[in-house]
């Protein structure tokens, strides 16, 4: 089969021929469909530091994925070939206190899809059978393609509830975008989305009616003034990873705000805890999604009128991967779907 890997440790993957994989008793094969580019793809497309350390090599990459069930391993029931599915990235164990208390995304244990054990970016690849989420008829399967990072950004926007509530959101990637526009969604007043850069916040403005803001040309005092708040933001999600905006956030926050974070900082940076504390903030961290809680509300959502279609903005064959992730790494895209 045709498989995306990372075949040497050097910037770049490579599309070649690899075995098929063959499914446990406890697993099924999918005939992958479509599948969507993500953060940390491209990390391991670039070969950072953090993928140094984590990705063996060889790792056929990649854990956003729609397809089909081909093939079910012979104790898995509820599952049949044929299906359109998606799932779960995140692979867990059966030892830990958290997975035996059912908190299954907090276990210590988590390997990820096309991290730590072989990935979707190939025709097919092999999942646990208890990681299949099946998709509904009216879920395509480019929805299904892009559900593990609605699903990062279900699992933030409600970590809080946002009914009536002032959000900002740091980061239009395509998480922040479909974070804000749960937000709205879900009923919240003012939702504000802040960016540095312009493509990812004209984005933003057309997935939903929110407010962009480039931070580099307008500060929040004068968009909260705009916008007649008057104490701050009642709710924040941190979505770029960057102490800057963090601080911004904290900085217009209102007393006992709270603050669910996801972005991911490259390095450890420094926190005025004294301001937080004055401000009697709550801070969530939020990592992957709650299984299978975030996948219901998500699935749920997008039947009841929720569209993050829109932050889609390239469709290209798998063959024309190199033109994918080098557009995500100019920043001049929002979610790219691959089609294999
Ligand atoms: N915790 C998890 O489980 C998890 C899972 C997936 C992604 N992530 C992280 O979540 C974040 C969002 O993911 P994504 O794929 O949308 O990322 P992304 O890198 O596409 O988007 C981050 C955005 O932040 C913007 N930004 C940079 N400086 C800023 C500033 N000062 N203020 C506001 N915005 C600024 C960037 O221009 C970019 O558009 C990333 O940090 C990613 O690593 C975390």
Known sequence: MRALVKVEAARGLTMRQEPAPVPGPDDVIVKVKKTGICGTDVHIYKWDEWAQKTIPVPMIVGHEYAGEIVEVGSHVKNLAVGMRVSGEGHVVGTKSRAVRAGHFHLDPETQGIGVNIPGAFAD?????AFNVVPLPDDIDDELGAILDPLGNAVHTALSFNLIGEDVIVTGAGPIGIMAAAI?????????????VNPTRLALAGRVADI?????????LKSVMARLKMAEGFDVGLEMSGQEAAFQQMTDHMVMGGRIAFLGIPSRPFVVDWAKLVFKVLTIKCIYGREMFETWYKMLAMLQSGLNVRPVITHRLRAEDYVDGFETMIRGESGKIVLEW
Not at 183 to 195: E, F, K, L, N, Q
Not at 211 to 219: G, K, L
Request: no cysteine; hydrophobic share 35%.
């Open 124 to 128: 097919y690849v092999r999942i646990p």
């Open 183 to 195: 937000a709205r969604h879900v009923g919240a007043r003012h939702v504000v989305i802040t960016d």
């Open 211 to 219: 407010t962009p803001v480039n931070i580099t040309e307008e500060d």
